[in-house]
Nanobody, 119 residues
């Protein structure tokens, strides 16, 4: 089972990045999983960023990213994305992909991708 994030990097304030997360080896169809993004900055706890549900694709966001970030998924490609616009220095963190929501099963985490917002 793997979740592999990509797309992180260094960007100036006000810029954009698009993170991708590709899943492989899951015991259930990718479409069955609620997919989330979390982030963690040095010295802080892991913070919820966004979720997209398994069935209706309902989305929800952390207060700090609402209106700037958009989560989406492509079940045919076993992928989830995070479009990040109007980036701020406080968005600097390692961003993690999460797959869960299967009753009785532990969730899966990716290894993380670094996003740095700096001029």
């Amino acid at each position: 089972v793997q979740l592999v994030e990509s797309g992180g990097g260094l960007v100036q304030p006000g810029g954009s990045l698009r993170l991708s997360c590709v899943a492989s080896g899951f015991p259930f169809p990718f479409s069955s999983y609620n997919m989330k993004w979390y982030r963690q900055a040095p010295g802080t706890e892991r913070e919820f960023v966004a979720v997209i549900t398994s069935n209706r694709g309902t989305t929800n966001y952390g207060d700090s990213v609402k209106g700037r970030f958009t989560i989406s998924r492509d079940n045919a490609k076993n992928s989830v994305y995070l479009q990040m616009n109007s980036l701020k220095p406080e968005d600097t963190a390692v961003y993690y992909c999460y797959a869960g929501g299967i009753v009785g099963r532990l969730p899966y985490w990716g290894q993380g991708t670094q996003v740095t917002v700096s001029s």
